[in-house]
């Protein structure tokens, strides 16, 4: 699958609402959050039970946010930390980029290429029905790939360093999402999606 590096804004797949801005962070912004993130978040190696066995997450994690916004999610129960000053500023940025409000943020450092996500869609009881989803790439650049779960089409959408991806409307009740391990990367990527948890 070809990575769709080319037309950054609305994004046009069935059942879906997706909005790639390529230039939500200028470059000086966005190499700074990357260095700060990198230091000063609370990074944990969680680890789930798959298949009755306990491993670790191909990656590493961390929860912020307001202080009812305890998440659930593949056995796992994230408590949040509260909001650093620059997880806070970031925050507003991406409330005012879609007009929403969000109350927590999940963070995710890829180390490598070696690091990864599976097959998911964000639809945990927590957020209800549509969410709006608001993702911070900094770092490598790595593709994120799309299924529809009835048709099965693809799409795939490299994300690059202080770009937001904002996903909404259905996307999430028709469309799982990847990060694929790769090779050819061997740089680190921290991702964070600001979200809103219901009380
Ligand atoms: O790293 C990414 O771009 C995706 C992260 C993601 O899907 C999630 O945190 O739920
Ligand atoms: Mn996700």
Redesign the pocket.
């Known amino acids: 699958m070809q990575p769709s590096l080319f037309n950054p804004g609305k994004i046009s797949l069935p059942q879906a609402e997706l909005d790639y801005r390529t230039d939500f962070l200028s470059q000086a912004k966005a190499d700074a959050l990357l260095l700060c993130f990198r230091q000063s978040l609370n990074w944990r190696q969680d680890s789930i039970k798959l298949y009755g066995k306990v491993v670790k997450i191909p ?1 590493l ?1 961390a929860w912020y946010g307001d202080a009812d916004c305890t998440y659930r999610y593949s056995g796992l129960t994230m408590t949040p930390l509260p909001w650093t000053e620059e997880l806070w500023e970031l925050k507003q940025r991406c409330e005012q980029a879609c007009g929403h409000r969000f109350n927590s943020v ?1 963070a ?1 450092w ?1 180390r490598d290429g070696n690091d990864s ?1 599976g097959w ?1 869609a ?1 639809s945990e009881s927590e957020l209800g029905d549509n969410p709006v ?1 608001a ?1 911070v ?1 900094l770092g490598a650049c ?1 593709n ?1 790939d799309f299924r529809h779960i009835h048709s099965n089409e693809k799409y795939r959408i490299a ?1 690059a360093h202080g770009s937001l ?1 904002i996903m909404q409307g259905a996307t999430q009740q028709y469309w799982q ?3 694929a391990k790769t090779r050819r990367v061997s740089d680190g ?1 921290i ?1 964070l ?1 600001f979200r809103y948890i219901k009380a």
């Open positions: 990656r994690q999940l995710n890829y996500m998911h964000d989803i993702s790439s790595r994120l994300l991806l999402h990847a990060i990527r991702n999606t």
